[in-house]
């Protein structure tokens, strides 16, 4: 091999192969030389490769698993293709899908989840699921024992480890009553103390599944192992805590919401992975269940330079077709999107710098609207009001090209890498957390909160108060509130308008001693509740408009703590995509933590710019994507102003990665260059002594 794995392998592929074996058809065709080649001949420099998919039936030469019907007698893909993979300069990895198992779940019926009423969930679905706290959990050990200590690989991927349901199977049931003496609750109540057991128990029982089949492996061969983390942003009920990752020696997961969204989980996978470069997957098409529709290399391309800006690994999935074979035209396609991505690999690496970090808490990923809802009874949709927060907050840092980046409930010890940190909405602090929230402040941090930040619900207080400057007292109105300024600054950033709407109740505080006060809360002229046809109770027919004049109580305050300060919103704002809320935001942002910031870029709201410092090299890599969401994108410029350190003396800017030189300026301790328009991905070399 002429790279390093994983350290130098930027470019990674993965083919799902979710192939059934009841019909001759199927792989019947399967040539590891062609298939191995088809990657190879792309770029490619790993591939990851299925031993068991969620089909559960055996891809490798086994003695414990199912073998696949249509793997002949004397064949083992797995083992051919590994062997290819070395033949061809491609560093092989094993897939193993863990809890997805229809083999499993048809021929071992007691292994299955089942839902609250008792009955199993996946009866009428394609996907056979079973639960790691039965028998099923030593048949896992004893396959990936097999694969380990047989083949040649340099690493390990375990795929949907995740409870795909809250499971009462009489495994988990039976190991709640011993561990708690109670039954597992069927009614989902986050001030229920048995709840929370419940949810903390399902974490720790996963997080140990996890640990144990990563143990399984190193005690075999040291390579490196990982587990599926896309369910970073889902809700509570997968019970994937962030402790997981230690279970891995990198992070990765796989995401289909487009790139301002693969941007996200990129600064947090950032913060949370042990070893660099962690790994972002996507799919060369849409969505999963499409096999055929090749997305348009345009959109494609930006979806893998978000890798790129981001000094990651990508993990490019395909899918394999029935006979086994691969359209060979698709990796002629990818093979060009390659070749633009390898030219910038000598570049990557280095430490993201950012002034601004947005807390994400995956603890707080759940709904107290549910509070007392059955769990049959869940609607469908996932909502989380944090989350929604903490997007809203990433897309109006980015679209104000404010570099940042995440500290979640795992890595606080990150926070003093930053300048200032957002809590938006955030749902559970703790009090040790709050502690280290409170000395970020006094020792000269900017703190902005929104909503529930820090509340204690059940015991009615914020546990930030005296930093916020806010004691709680309740919660005003119901489906909508409007928060008025009475601060001419704040005035001016939600001008034209007079107030500024938010869809839901506000908190209610009553503002401390030496804070300021900038905004109040408004309510609707009459509770959108009341409304009737019979005596026309409402405001007005169609909408809510607010009260003729604020109420007494502060929707915007703004304190000093220690040599800090701090601004708290009586509403998650940042939760909208509207520009005048990213306003007001900005606004208060700028008063607590004000420019200049690391780096400044004077551009289009759609462009996402970067920043890594190489100390080792002397330089600082500045990266620039184009997030048009209609495509082909249409070229746009860029002014860039990069802050100096104390004696840092600019040698050259250069363009990479041609490297050729930029007319640059050195302003106020500052180097500026302006790029010329770009359509998709720019990145640039400041190089000094």
């Known amino acids: 091999m002429t790279t390093e794995w994983p350290a130098q392998v930027y470019r990674r592929y993965s083919v799902d192969i979710h192939i059934p074996d009841w019909d001759p058809a199927l792989l019947s065709h399967f040539d590891a030389a062609v298939y191995v080649g088809n990657i190879a001949r792309s ?9 068991s998919s969620h089909v559960g039936l055996s891809l490798w030469d086994t003695r414990i698993g199912h073998r696949h019907a249509n793997m002949p007698p004397g064949r083992d893909f797995f083992g051919e293709v590994v062997a290819e993979c070395r033949k061809q300069g491609v560093h092989p990895l094993a897939y193993f899908s863990l809890i997805f198992d229809n083999w499993s779940y048809e021929h071992h019926p007691d292994w299955r989840i089942a839902r609250a009423d008792g009955y199993d969930s996946h009866t009428n679905s394609r996907y056979g699921v079973c639960c790691p706290n039965s028998p099923y959990r030593d048949y896992v050990l004893a396959c990936v024992r097999e694969i380990t200590a047989r083949y040649d690989i340099d690493g390990a991927f375990f795929d949907m480890t995740f409870w795909p349901d809250v499971c009462y199977c009489p495994h988990c049931t039976a190991r709640f009553m011993a561990e708690y003496g109670a039954e597992p609750p069927r009614i989902v109540n986050w001030d229920d103390p048995t709840w929370r057991a419940w949810q903390a128990a ?13 143990a399984t492996v190193k005690a075999i061969k040291p390579i490196t192992v990982n587990h599926q983390f896309s369910t970073i942003f889902h809700n509570w009920t997968m019970g994937v805590p962030l402790e997981m990752t230690d279970a891995c020696n990198y992070v990765g997961g796989d995401f289909y919401g487009g790139p301002a969204q ?21 799919s060369r098409t849409r969505v999963y269940s499409d096999h055929v529709t090749v997305k348009p290399l345009e959109e494609i391309r930006t979806e893998a330079f978000v890798a790129t800006l981001h000094h990651a690994a990508l993990m490019l999935v395909d899918y394999i077709n029935v006979d086994g074979t691969l359209n060979h035209e698709v990796y002629t396609f990818l093979g060009e999107l390659n070749r633009q991505r390898t030219a910038y690999e000598p570049f990557l690496g280095g430490d993201l710098q950012a002034d601004v970090a947005i807390y994400f808490d995956k603890e707080s990923m759940y709904n107290p609207d549910e509070n007392g809802v059955h769990l049959l009874k869940l609607n469908a949709v996932d909502r989380c009001p944090h989350r929604e927060a903490v997007v809203g907050m990433a897309r109006l840092l980015q679209q104000a090209h404010i ?7 795992i890595n606080l010890d990150q926070l003093n890498r930053y300048r200032a940190v957002m809590l938006p909405n955030v749902l559970e602090i703790t009090p040790a957390q709050a502690a280290i929230f409170r000395e970020f402040v006094r020792n000269g941090g900017a703190l902005y909160a929104s909503g529930a930040s820090s509340l204690q619900r059940t015991e009615g207080r914020y546990l930030l108060e005296d930093v916020l400057g806010v004691r709680y007292s309740g919660r005003l109105g119901t489906q909508i509130s409007y928060l008025t300024p009475s601060d001419a600054d704040a005035k001016t950033a939600i001008w034209p308008q007079d107030h500024l709407s938010f869809g839901g109740a506000m908190v209610q505080v009553e503002a401390l001693a030496g804070s300021k006060t900038l905004a109040q809360v408004t309510l609707p002229f009459i509770a959108p509740e009341i409304g009737t046809t019979i005596g026309n109770r409402f405001g007005a027919i169609h909408s809510n408009p607010p009260a003729l004049a604020p109420t007494a109580h502060p ?8 040599q800090g300060r701090a601004a708290w919103v009586a509403a998650p704002v940042e939760s909208t995509n509207e520009q005048v809320n990213h306003r007001l935001v900005l606004k208060l942002l700028g008063d607590i933590c004000p420019a200049p910031y690391c780096l400044k870029v004077e551009a289009h709201p759609a462009i996402e710019a970067t920043l890594f410092r190489q100390p080792e090299q002397r330089r600082a890599i500045i990266s620039l994507l184009n997030l048009q969401q209609q495509l082909p994108q249409v070229p746009v410029g860029a002014t860039v102003t990069l802050p100096l350190r104390d004696n840092e003396r600019v040698t050259r800017v250069i363009s990479l990665p041609d490297q050729t030189a930029l007319p640059h300026t050195i302003v106020n301790q500052s180097v500026q260059f302006t790029l010329a328009p770009f359509d998709t991905f720019a990145m640039v070399a400041v190089e000094s002594e």
């Not at 770029?43 to 031993?51: E, M």
């Not at 399902?202 to 990563?214: K, P």
């Open 43 to 51: 770029g490619a420099l790993s591939l990851l490769q299925y031993t």
């Open 262 to 282: 693969h941007s996200l989980a990129c600064k947090v996978y950032d913060g949370i992975t042990q070893s660099h470069p962690f790994e972002f997957h996507t």
């Open 202 to 214: 399902r974490q720790r029982w996963l997080h140990a599944f996890a640990s144990e089949v990563t």
């Open 403 to 409: 570099p940042f980046g995440v500290v979640t409930n």
């Open 555 to 562: 929707a915007i305050v703004t304190n000093t703590f220690g």
